[in-house]
C-alpha cells in the first residue's frame, strides 16, 4: 500500500502519490494567460512564486464550470516542475492498494494521464500519473 491525496471532481474521485504533493490550499484568482496552451489557465502568485494552473476538468474531461471560493488549488512538484490542480473537494490522505489497467485504444488519448485504479470504500478512484500530465501538457 501507499500514500495518496484524495481528491473530487464532479462525481470522479482521483488520487496522487503523496510525495508530489506539496500542499492544498484555498482556491485564489487565476491570472489568464492567453496564449497559454489549452491545459493551462493561467497563472497564480504563491507566496511571491508564479505557478501555472492547471485546467484540471480539461484534463480529465468533466464539464467546465467557473472555479469557486470552495474549490482547493493542490499544489504538486514533479521533476522539479512546480503546477496547481484545481479539485471541487480534497478529501484525505489515505492508503491505497493498486490495480494496474490497460486503457482501451480509443480512450488512450484522453486517458493518457490515468496510471492505474484503486478500490476506496465503495468507489473506483484514478490514480493520475503526474509525469504524464507534464508531458502531455508539454505536448499540447
Known sequence: MSHFLLFQIG?????????????????????????????ILGI??????????????????????EIELSDQFIIINTDGRRF????????SVVDLTIHE??????????????DSVARFGDSLVLVI????VVSLIEKS
Not at 470522479?12 to 482556491?27: T, Y
Not at 500519473?129 to 504524464?132: F, I, W
Open 101 to 114: 489497467i490497460s486503457i482501451e485504444k480509443q480512450y488512450e488519448k484522453s486517458a493518457a494521464f490515468i
Open 44 to 65: 497564480v502568485d504563491v507566496q511571491g512564486t508564479i505557478i501555472k494552473a492547471i485546467n484540471t476538468r480539461k484534463l480529465v474531461g468533466i464539464p467546465q464550470r
Open 84 to 91: 496547481i490542480l484545481i479539485a471541487d473537494s480534497v478529501s
Open 129 to 132: 500519473d503526474l509525469k504524464k
Open 11 to 39: 462525481d470522479q474521485s482521483f488520487a496522487l502519490n503523496l510525495p508530489n504533493v506539496e500542499r492544498v490550499v484555498r482556491a485564489v484568482e487565476i491570472t489568464p494567460i492567453p496564449s497559454f496552451d489549452k491545459y
